[in-house]
């Protein structure tokens, strides 16, 4: 079987190694296409972390240079993260899967062109409910999220980051922050609240679009400050996982985001930041721009955790975090069970059984 897996960003990778792990234990190699220019000075990274996986990687250009090679090349299945605009100019023996890059929570996670794969990969009852509602004709399949199993499936994770060679205590409590590119709370916070965490390790895994795109230059002069903090690590633009991270964290903190709902599908604490820069462009008057990008039935999920309204009140409301971490427990495990699915650390067996055939969905 030809099998890959197409990689328009690096931060799909996460959510499909698992599944390339699985399909490699059963006798099935995969293929990686990177999208990506030579000069990218983060595709070295990309392909080493590759191939020290065991997998192969093949690199094209943007544009319709990865239409051309899978017209070459014939895969059976073709695994995307996201839409795809040349789905239709596929080989007519290629069949197409997305297994989607994040618990969506923007409105394009219902986008009709999501539903037009040969199957689209989905994360628990409500999620795939609502698919099959808008999309009668589509193909939904509830597997769960495959990006959480190495840290859900029993096993050993070796990945884990190293607090102590980063210069930080393991034997103090561990914050991740995650933002979000956009809308991100970075700007809203000072360049020195860390340091009201002075006892705490406070690691911060930006959004890998954070480092590359112009736009976000005034988040990245927030970073450099952070990180010259004694309690501050601050992820590189290689590091693609936030797994490694949160592996070692006792709380996240993030906006609305995908990484809210990952983290507590681990049963673990998270703060959700209210508070975000929105370009001006969708403030005021034109506020309602961002709540239309926004996936609204999100809000039906805001007891996954304690909330932050203010920026400067996100210290106070970590420290109860910390000192609670049972107290929205069973928001954690009802938002879990409708956007997450099952959490047995399988869902990456179950993606493999239906490329392969042997699922009876």
């Known amino acids: 079987m030809k099998l890959v897996f197409d990689v328009a960003s690096f931060y799909y ?12 234990r059963r006798g099935v190699a995969s293929r990686f296409l990177l999208h990506a220019d030579a000069a990218d000075p983060l595709l070295p990274a990309a392909r080493a972390q590759l191939s020290a996986a065991g997998h192969g990687s093949e690199v094209v250009g943007h544009g319709d240079a990865a239409l051309a090679w899978y017209r070459e090349q014939a895969p059976d299945w073709i695994v995307f993260g996201n839409d795809c605009r040349y789905l239709d100019r596929l080989p007519p023996a290629t069949r197409s899967a997305l297994l989607y890059h994040g618990i969506g929570v923007k409105a394009c996670y219902y986008d009709a062109p ?5 199957v689209r990969f989905s994360e628990g009852a409500f999620r795939t409910a609502e698919l099959q509602r808008l999309y009668p004709e589509g193909r939904f399949v509830d ?8 840290l859900l499936d029993g096993r050993p994770y070796a990945e884990a980051f190293d607090l102590r060679a980063a210069g930080l205590d393991p034997a103090r409590p561990t914050v991740l922050y995650a933002p979000t590119f956009y809308p991100s709370s970075i700007e809203c916070l000072s360049r020195h609240w860390p340091a009201e965490l002075a006892d705490v390790n ?24 952070w990180r010259r903090l004694p309690n501050v690590h601050v992820a590189e633009p290689a590091a693609f996982s936030l ?3 949160m592996a070692v964290a006792d709380v996240l903190v993030s906006e609305a985001s995908s990484a809210i709902f990952e983290f507590a599908a681990l049963d673990r604490p998270v703060v959700w930041c209210d508070f975000y ?11 309602y721009r961002h709540e239309r990008r926004m996936d609204q039935t999100i809000h039906g999920f805001r007891d996954v955790g304690a909330h932050a309204a203010r920026a400067r009140d996100l210290p106070a409301v970590v420290r109860r975090e910390l000192q609670d971490p049972q107290g929205h427990a069973a928001g954690r495990a009802r938002c879990t069970a409708e956007l997450i699915g099952c959490t047995d650390g399988h869902a990456s067996v179950r993606v493999a059984d239906y490329l392969l055939g042997t699922s009876s969905r």
Do not use: C, I, M, N
């Not at 990778?13 to 490699?24: C, F, H, K, N, S």
């Not at 954070?210 to 990245?220: D, L």
């Open 13 to 24: 990778l996460p959510q499909y190694l698992p599944v390339a792990e699985e399909l490699r």
């Open 114 to 118: 999501l539903a037009r794969f040969t």
């Open 143 to 150: 597997v769960g999220f495959a990006k959480l199993d190495p």
């Open 202 to 225: 406070v690691l911060v895994k930006p959004h890998l679009l954070t480092w590359t795109s112009q736009k976000y230059a005034a988040q990245r002069q927030r970073l450099d400050a």
């Open 243 to 245: 797994l490694p991270f």
């Open 277 to 287: 820069r929105l370009r001006w462009s969708y403030r005021g008057p034109l506020r």
